[in-house]
């Protein structure tokens, strides 16, 4: 199994989407517990979801689940929201904050992880961005993500539909942010927030460099807007139908930003 899935477009954008995979190797699977091995907290169908929606996109997908080593966390283990409870680059627990091991990696099978399916990941992500951006003068980064709507162990209540995080600001052009914003907004019988309670992850806090034209920003969509929250997380066709047309919005309006000149 390769760790990652690169598929080129010619256009600006890049999505990256490290968290639809769902392969485990065996030697790992066997040390997970039966909750583990559920894989509950995989972004699913996101990649269904995203596909087609814009004509040109590069896509940067990783096949490996985010319990073997987590893509879109430090390489460092350094904790993206200090003092909230989260998931590190190996997780330990579930989103709910249970255990997902019989026995959890050491640090040197930690490291092993790291270079075998992290590196790799973003070794590739960073071909296609500064690809992009030589043939551009710019490249965006839209990082690709959905959580379950409800999860007390992450955060108090209903998460919003629309999920942007830009990091407060540092991350992308303020008009790429007004811009999906402004798509959110507009989309009747749909929530946003802008820098929530997901701000950005490591990948979009890393690659997001303006200064240089590397734009970021993720996108962390509440499930119930797709698909049903429960095993074995079915994708909802009509309920999918309805966002694709915002999400699709979003991206060309991006795109658009970008091939006018209005990031450089």
């Not at 030589?134 to 709507?149: E, P, T």
């Not at 600001?169 to 929530?196: F, H, K, L, M």
């Not at 074995?232 to 006018?260: K, S, V």
Request: charged letters at 20%; glycine letters at 10%; one cysteine or more.
């Amino acid at each position: 199994m390769q760790p990652v899935d690169v598929r080129r477009g010619d256009g600006p954008v890049v999505l990256g989407l490290p968290h639809t995979g769902t392969y485990v190797p065996q030697d790992i699977r066997t040390r997970m517990n039966e909750r583990g091995r559920a894989l509950a907290d995989t972004d699913w169908n996101i990649h269904k979801l995203y596909d087609g929606l814009l004509e040109g996109a590069t896509t940067v997908r990783a096949t490996f689940h985010r319990y073997v080593i987590d893509a879109n966390r430090d390489p460092s283990g350094q904790s993206l929201y200090p003092g909230q409870n989260t998931t590190g680059l190996v997780p330990l627990t579930d989103f709910d904050g249970a255990s997902i091991w019989n026995e959890a990696p050491s640090g040197g099978e930690v490291e092993h992880r790291r270079e075998t399916w992290h590196a790799p990941y973003h070794a590739a992500l960073w071909e296609e961005l500064d690809r992009v951006r030589r043939r551009h003068g710019v490249a965006v980064l839209y990082d690709c993500h959905s959580i379950r709507s409800r999860i007390p162990f992450l955060f108090e209540g209903t998460l919003p539909d629309f999920n942007i995080g830009t990091n407060g600001g540092t991350t992308c052009a303020p008009t790429i942010t007004a811009a999906v914003e402004e798509v959110c907004r507009a989309a009747q019988g749909y929530t946003s927030v802008v820098d929530g309670r997901f701000k950005g992850g490591w990948t979009t806090r890393h690659y997001g460099r303006p200064e240089e034209g590397l734009h970021a920003i993720q996108m962390e969509l509440a499930q119930s807007a797709y698909m049903s929250e429960a095993p074995p997380w079915p994708y909802l066709h009509e309920r999918a139908d309805a966002l694709r047309p915002h999400l699709a919005n979003i991206l060309q309006r991006i795109e658009q930003l970008a091939l006018g000149g209005a990031l450089t």
